[in-house]
């Protein structure tokens, strides 16, 4: 399994220290997955874990709101 972890961050670069934001993270390529499970972990941080079916480049695309979320 592939794992990464978010960390959430409000608008001046500070740490979010609570949980309760939604993404929406699709893989594609090779192996297409739509909505990756997230776990709120309450602390402002989310883990993921997927497991991607065919070898091969793929892109993640996390977004929150519809919005492709900046630096990710």
């Known amino acids: 399994p592939a794992q990464f972890k978010i960390t959430?961050?409000?608008?001046?670069?500070?740490?979010?220290?609570v949980g309760g934001v939604t993404f929406d993270i699709d893989l594609n390529g090779p192996s297409s997955l739509n909505n990756?499970?997230?776990?709120?972990?309450?602390?402002g941080t989310y883990?993921?874990?997927?497991?991607?079916?065919?070898?091969?480049?793929h892109k993640l695309s996390i977004?929150?709101?519809?919005k492709d979320i900046k630096e990710s």
């Open 63 to 66: 977004k929150l709101n519809g």
């Open 36 to 43: 990756l499970p997230t776990k709120d972990n309450g602390d």
């Open 47 to 57: 883990n993921v874990e997927y497991v991607a079916k065919q070898p091969g480049d």
């Open 8 to 17: 959430t961050k409000d608008r001046n670069g500070s740490d979010i220290k």
